[in-house]
């Protein structure tokens, strides 16, 4: 299991922009797929990206976020990002980083470790 803290949430108005970063804790970071999820009030919990381990040569997007955010990584910081443009007011949710080792999986249930998420909130 890999330890994750999210942060760069914050208020933003639409059109602006945000990066979430993700810390992770352990030495095999770079084995895992990371992914970003979100949560709106009232809502279940839905997929927004994911890159696959190592070099991250593989990425995949929400079709609602698809050229609008950007996942990548730096495995020599431990860390991944969401590169969030073009916000709008239904980004607005708490937005998460898990971790599993296999790609490919768009299912919250299918990532072991979780962040404790970051606040984003889109003003129109």
């Known amino acids: 299991q890999v330890q994750l803290v999210e942060s760069g949430g914050g208020l933003v108005q639409a059109g602006g922009s945000l990066r979430l970063s993700c810390a992770a804790s352990?030495?095999?970071?770079?084995?895992?797929?990371m992914g970003w999820f979100r949560q709106a009030p009232g809502k279940e919990r839905e997929f927004v990206a994911a890159?696959?381990?190592?070099?991250?040569?593989?990425?995949d997007y929400a079709d609602s976020v698809a050229g609008r955010f950007t996942v990548s990584r730096d495995n020599t910081k431990n860390a991944a990002y969401l590169q969030m443009n073009s916000l709008k007011p239904e980004d607005t949710a708490v937005y998460y980083c898990?971790?599993?080792?296999?790609?490919?999986?768009?299912?919250?249930?299918?990532?072991?470790?979780w962040g404790q998420g970051t606040q984003v909130t889109v003003s129109s």
């Open positions: 898990a971790a599993r080792i296999k790609y490919g999986s768009r299912m919250p249930e299918d990532f072991g470790s």
């Open positions: 352990g030495r095999t970071f770079s084995m895992y797929t």
């Open positions: 890159i696959s381990g190592w070099s991250g040569v593989s990425t």
